[in-house]
């Protein structure tokens, strides 16, 4: 079903809660407003987030010949979802699986989903180096994937296990594409001064250490996080933020990488 996918880019995190989703949802959205066809996979499993991020919960997922059938944001079809969120009654049901259900799961996602032509897919994946990354790997090896993005925060216990996907990537043969540093920083939303409140430059020490390249440095803003939920796209609602800057950036590199 990824035959018709002309780009595959894995979003990666060793660490839980340095807002790998959000990345992956704004990516995707940054994506969609530059005209790209775009599919945004979901499979971190035991904490889908992208439905609430785009505000499609209430969305089911529904089936064809061909498959399952994503759900997408807008009638112009420019943003297709997947997520197991669909399957779930509502957000407070647990995923209580062992390993091979997990697997046989994220085999479906990236086997059976009917996504038709897409320019970019943005797999969103699980924090960690464990079952689903290798499961996703492996289903993976017959499709060329552009590479992987990895999402940091700047506190050096962030960025120790970091550096363990980054070790993760280089065993496995994924190409890295480049570090984020996220949550680099506080926008006060009336003056517009960014305050450092963990610290800052960790994630461009830790792109150099790899030898990758640094993609940007996104702060903590209220005005973004306001964002979840509604769907909307940072660089159409906030364009002069930083957030869209750095975004836009990210774009530009994978787009003339991908050319």
């Known amino acids: 079903m990824l035959d018709k996918v002309k780009h595959i880019i894995l979003v990666l995190s060793g660490k839980g809660g340095v807002g790998k989703s959000t990345v992956s949802t704004q990516l995707a959205l940054t994506l969609a407003e530059a005209d790209h066809k775009v599919g945004l996979l979901d499979i971190d499993l035991c904490g889908p987030s992208v439905p609430f991020l785009l505000g499609l919960e209430d969305q089911d997922v529904h089936q064809c010949d061909e498959g399952w059938v994503p759900v997408y944001t807008s009638a112009e079809k420019k943003l297709a979802v997947m997520s197991i969120g669909f399957l779930l009654k509502n957000r407070s049901d647990a995923v209580i699986w062992r390993g091979p259900k997990k697997t046989a799961m994220i085999k479906q996602f990236l086997e059976d989903v009917n996504w038709d032509e897409l320019d970019y897919l943005i797999i969103d994946t699980p924090p960690g180096t464990s079952d689903e990354h290798i499961t996703v790997m492996e289903c993976l090896k017959t499709v060329n994937t552009d590479g992987a993005i990895i999402v940091t925060t700047p506190q050096e216990m962030a960025l120790e296990d970091v550096r363990k996907e980054v070790t993760f990537c280089k065993k496995t043969g994924i190409h890295i594409l480049g570090i984020v540093e996220n949550m680099s920083g ?47 796209s940072c660089v159409k609602e906030l364009p002069d933020s930083t957030t869209t800057e750095v975004l836009q950036k990210i774009v530009r590199t994978i787009t003339v990488g991908a050319e």
């Open 186 to 232: 506080f926008v006060c939303p009336n003056c517009s001064e960014c305050t450092n409140i963990f610290s800052s430059g960790g994630g461009h020490s830790l792109a150099e250490l790899a030898k990758v390249p640094h993609l940007g440095t996104l702060p903590i803003d209220p005005r973004v996080g306001e964002l979840a939920g509604t769907g909307k």
